[in-house]
């Protein structure tokens, strides 16, 4: 036999366990496993599920439960697993490349109160998925790859603040409305409080983010367009807002010598409603939580504490509207011989995704015949936060009906499994080719 033919005949018996696999040149070809990932969506539903929708909200027991399932998840994917400081879960997949930085993609699993399953939970499960699809391929991934569940993304984005060093000693100091402290409920959930504004992840320090989400308005359903790719997520600004009256016995009290904490507060919420919708363009104002005290029939209401929102991708449209609502909120106490104080809350700066990004996705998305549409988010997320640090893009999914924060909020399981091959597919494609 000649010497080249022992050669070629040596090399064709080298079989090369799937372990040690190179890029198989079919990955552009791999799927995810929808059963798989769905059965995630089936088994997450039931935890922290009351009669009037879900409640995995904060820092709760149920949260404690979902966060304990997905991170059994994480660990079946093979994947480490570590609880950062800030309390949000970190599942990494190291990558063969000593100098790449890691790609990271992830979602919350925690809920609004009486919210759905959908909001948070479904791009987690989506990444997971991926996990367990790269591990099932025996994938040989360049970046590190971190699959991530951010705690409390709910009330403030907590926990990608708190990944990007913006949790300050204040915020630690903050009570929520159970009383616990943010430093109390970050060590309940695993994270080190002590350690948490000394932790940040600095510019440039991750290879991209990716995050995947249900769109929570009804764009996609009502076009029957299968892959939203997300341009940009809106700012949001908020104020904890306590108007004081006079509290004093309905019977006795002449209509004229009342302080109606109450009326002032409605006016407000009519004021916010109106000076926003005034405004030209896609911004929204909203009254969402509104308490009275003493909030008892025979008692002119004394005190009234609400929040007040706003959200637009133009931060300073924000300010303007603020400055509007402020001057005329200043005008109202003075009528109503009432006062109040506003107190700001953290803003979410509004995110424009990364252009390169977003190609990225509508390939993947092309590659697996599924239409896209590019369009805003409405909704705040942890990725307006990574984005302050890396390039960041975002794959929504529709939601039926446009409706979300409610436990109708539901995404059909063919959408779902749409969505986790999108995110396969593109963490596949930046894997290749990003740097
Ligand atoms: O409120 C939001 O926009 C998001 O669902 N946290
Ligand atoms: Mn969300
Ligand atoms: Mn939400």
């Avoid at 995810?32 to 922290?48: D, T």
């Avoid at 449209?317 to 106490?333: F, P, Q, T, V």
């Avoid at 794959?395 to 995404?411: A, D, L, M, N, Y």
Wanted: some cysteine.
């Amino acid at each position: 036999m000649q010497r080249r033919d022992a050669v070629k005949a040596m090399a064709a018996a080298v079989v090369i366990p799937p372990a040690f696999r190179w890029q198989d040149p079919a990955w552009t070809q791999w799927r995810v496993n929808g059963e798989r990932v769905n059965r995630f969506m089936s088994e997450m539903a039931p935890i922290g599920r009351s009669p009037e929708g879900q409640v995995r909200t904060g820092f709760s027991d149920a949260v404690i439960d979902a966060r304990r399932y997905a991170t059994g998840l994480m660990r079946g994917a093979g994947l480490e697993v570590e609880i950062d400081p800030a309390g949000n879960i970190i599942g990494r997949r190291a990558g063969s490349s000593a100098d790449a930085k890691p790609i990271l993609f992830g979602s919350h699993v925690d809920s609004v109160f009486n919210g759905g399953n959908y909001d948070g939970a479904t791009g987690t499960m989506c990444a997971l998925e991926v996990a367990h699809s790269l591990n099932d391929q025996r994938y040989r991934n360049r970046h590190p790859l971190w699959v991530t569940i951010w705690c409390d993304e709910e009330r403030g984005l907590t926990g990608s603040r708190g990944f990007i060093g913006h949790i300050t000693t204040e915020d630690l100091a903050h009570p929520d409305a159970d009383g616990r402290t943010l430093a109390e409920n970050i060590r309940r959930i695993g994270g080190d409080p002590a350690r948490v504004t000394a932790y940040r992840h600095e510019p440039g320090s991750i290879a991209c983010y990716l995050e995947l989400h249900i769109e929570q308005g009804g764009i996609l359903d009502r076009t029957g367009i299968q892959i939203g790719v997300v341009e940009g997520i809106v700012g949001i600004m908020s104020w904890d807002v306590t108007i004081t009256g006079f509290a004093n016995h309905s019977g006795t009290t002449p209509m004229d010598e009342r302080r109606n904490a109450l009326l002032a507060a409605s006016e407000l919420a009519l004021a916010v409603d109106r000076i926003v919708r005034a405004r030209p363009g896609r911004q929204v104002g909203t009254v969402g939580r509104f308490t009275v005290k003493p909030s008892v029939q025979n008692i002119v209401p004394g005190e009234v504490s609400h929040s007040i929102e706003l959200r637009d991708l133009s931060m300073e449209k924000l300010e303007s509207l603020w400055e509007e609502i402020r001057a005329e909120g200043d005008r109202i106490m003075e009528r109503r011989e009432t006062t109040w104080i506003h107190e700001q809350r953290p803003t979410n700066i509004s995110a424009i995704s990364t252009p390169a990004i977003r190609d990225v996705i509508a390939e993947s998305a092309g590659s697996l015949g599924l239409s896209t549409q590019v369009m805003p988010s409405g909704a705040g997320h942890d990725a307006q936060d990574l984005a302050r640090i890396g390039p960041m893009g975002m794959i929504f999914v529709p939601s039926v009906g446009g409706i979300s924060h409610s436990p109708k909020e539901f995404t059909r399981p063919e959408d779902i499994t749409n969505g986790a091959n999108v995110l396969l597919q593109t963490v596949l494609r930046l894997d290749q080719r990003l740097p």
